[in-house]
């Protein structure tokens, strides 16, 4: 929100209707700049996996995508998809923000809760089994993952 106004009560309106950034007038464009690429990360992460299939220069690279992409439902550290490919846990997250602007454990997210939406129409399965089939060991955690990723439950999708 951008505004004119400084009032507390003005503002904690706004972060209570879920509101992202308040930024007082007046303002300069690089303030501008560093809000809308905060913003455009979080908007992101919510994206369909789809966005994330672009191939790389880099082939060691994408094979380590193709990896991600089939075993994502495992439990995976950045440390041992480091060890894996032979590069550095710094430089995995360095070509994931090049490349998708994002990180290695938002990629996986998105990909665990783009197949966790999938298979929650499948009424024969129950969100825990879901939970379990896609790597969490928590069900507690992925139900938490789920509704912060989506803004609804797992159940309220069903």
Do not use: W
């Not at 995508?65 to 994502?72: A, G, R, V």
Request: aromatic share 16%; proline share 3%.
């Amino acid at each position: 929100m951008l505004s004119a106004y400084d009032e507390y009560d003005d503002v904690r309106t706004f972060f209570k209707q879920s509101g992202y950034d308040y930024i007082l007038k007046p303002i300069n464009d690089e303030e501008i700049r560093i809000l809308l690429e905060k913003l455009y990360v979080k908007i992101s992460a919510k994206l369909p996996e789809e966005d994330l299939q672009a191939v790389t220069e880099n082939p060691i690279f994408n094979e380590l995508l193709k990896y991600l992409d089939e075993h994502f439902a495992e439990k995976l550290t950045l440390e041992q998809i480091a060890e894996k490919f032979g590069f550095s846990k710094n430089y995995i997250c360095q070509l994931f923000k090049k490349h998708f602007d994002t990180t290695f454990s938002i990629y996986i997210t998105k990909k665990r809760m783009t197949r966790a939406k999938e298979m929650l129409t499948d009424k024969t399965l129950s969100v825990k089994e879901i939970a379990f089939d896609l790597g969490y060991t928590d069900y507690h955690h992925f139900y938490r993952t789920y509704k912060n990723y989506y803004g609804y439950s797992p159940k309220e999708n069903r």
